[in-house]
C-alpha cells in the first residue's frame, strides 16, 4: 500500500488555505500513473517524492497536467516528511525538473520557508483576450514565464474591490496559451500589502485558493511597485482573498523570493497500487 497525505498549505486552521494531496515513492513509477492519481484526486495539486541520497526528487501534478513549479504542495510535502517522517534537519532540498533546486526551511516559530526563484514579467498587450477570460479588463497587464512553455498572465487591477468582483468566464480561458492568469491589486487592509486570486481552467483548476508559485512573480512585482525610487519594498504580506483565502509572508531577495506559511492536517490514508506498481 502506498501512504498518501492531504494537507491544508499557507494556512493556520483547518479548511484554510489550499489543499494538496502528498504521495512519498521509493521509485517513480509510469507518468501515466501519477496522473492518474492526479486525477483521482481532484485536488489543485498532487505532490509526489523520491527519495534520493540527501534530497527528493519532486514533481507536482494538476488533474490534468504535471505543472513546472507549486508552492503550496511544496509547503505540504516538507510538512509530511517534518511531521510524519520525522525529518531532522532543519533545511530540506527539492529537486524538480524544471525549477532546479528547492529548499524549505523550518522557521524560529514553525513555520516553513520556501527558497524560489524570483520571475520577472513583461508588458502584454493582450489586453482582449485576458478581459474577456477575467470579465473585466486590468488596469496593466504582464506575463512572466516559469519555463520556456509555462507562463502566466498577471492582471493588476485598480483596486481590492476590482480583484474580488471578478467573476471569470471560464470557456474563455480556452484561447489563452497560459498556464492560468494572475488578478491582483495593492491590499485596502493596512495589514497587508497585496492581494491576489488565481484562475488557471486550462490546468483543471477554475480558482486555486493560495498559490504559493505566483508569488514568485508578485513579489519581484510590488516590491517595486511598493518601494520607493531608491529602494524597494523587501518584506511584504500577501493575501488570496479567494473563498478558502490563505495567508503568505514574502521576501524580496535578489533573484529569488522566500515564501513562508504554516500547514494543518486534513487526512493520512493508504492508496492500494499494488497491483498496478507490481510490488
Not at 527539492?94 to 526563484?117: C, H, K, N, Q, Y
Not at 477554475?206 to 518601494?227: F, I, M, Q, R
Request: hydrophobic share 40%; glycine share 6%; charged share 20%.
Amino acid at each position: 500500500m502506498t501512504r498518501i497525505f492531504q494537507v491544508d498549505a499557507f494556512t493556520d486552521r483547518l479548511f484554510g488555505g489550499n489543499p494538496a494531496a502528498v504521495v512519498p515513492l521509493q521509485a517513480w513509477p509510469d507518468d501515466t500513473l501519477l496522473q492518474s492519481v492526479a486525477m483521482e484526486n481532484n485536488l489543485a495539486e498532487t505532490a509526489f517524492i523520491v527519495p534520493v541520497q540527501n534530497a527528493y526528487e519532486l514533481r507536482w501534478f494538476t488533474p490534468l497536467v504535471e505543472v513546472s513549479l507549486c508552492g503550496h504542495a511544496t509547503l505540504a510535502t516538507a510538512h509530511v516528511l517534518i511531521k510524519h517522517y520525522e525529518y531532522s534537519a532543519r533545511k530540506i532540498e527539492f529537486i524538480t525538473r524544471e525549477s532546479g533546486v528547492l529548499t524549505v526551511e523550518r522557521t524560529a516559530d514553525d513555520a516553513l520557508s520556501m527558497d524560489f526563484p524570483a520571475i520577472s514579467v513583461e508588458p502584454s498587450e493582450d489586453y482582449q483576450l485576458v478581459a474577456a477570460a477575467l470579465g473585466a479588463k486590468p488596469a496593466k497587464l504582464f506575463r512572466g514565464n516559469y519555463s520556456p512553455d509555462s507562463f502566466d498572465y498577471v492582471a493588476v487591477f485598480e483596486s481590492q474591490q476590482k480583484v474580488k468582483a471578478l467573476n471569470p468566464l471560464f470557456s474563455n480561458f480556452a484561447p489563452l496559451d497560459s498556464r492560468g492568469v494572475i488578478a491582483t491589486s495593492r491590499a485596502d487592509n493596512e495589514r497587508y500589502d497585496f492581494v491576489s486570486r488565481y484562475f488557471a481552467p486550462n490546468s483543471g483548476i477554475n480558482e486555486d485558493p493560495v498559490t504559493g508559485s505566483a508569488h514568485c512573480l508578485l513579489v519581484p512585482y510590488w516590491s517595486k511597485e511598493l518601494g520607493s525610487k531608491e529602494l524597494a519594498k523587501h518584506t511584504l504580506l500577501a493575501r488570496q482573498i479567494s473563498a478558502r483565502g490563505g495567508e503568505i509572508r514574502c521576501m524580496a531577495a535578489n533573484d529569488r523570493v522566500v515564501l513562508t506559511g504554516s500547514c494543518v492536517d486534513y487526512l493520512q490514508g493508504e492508496i492500494d497500487l499494488d497491483s498496478v506498481l507490481n510490488l
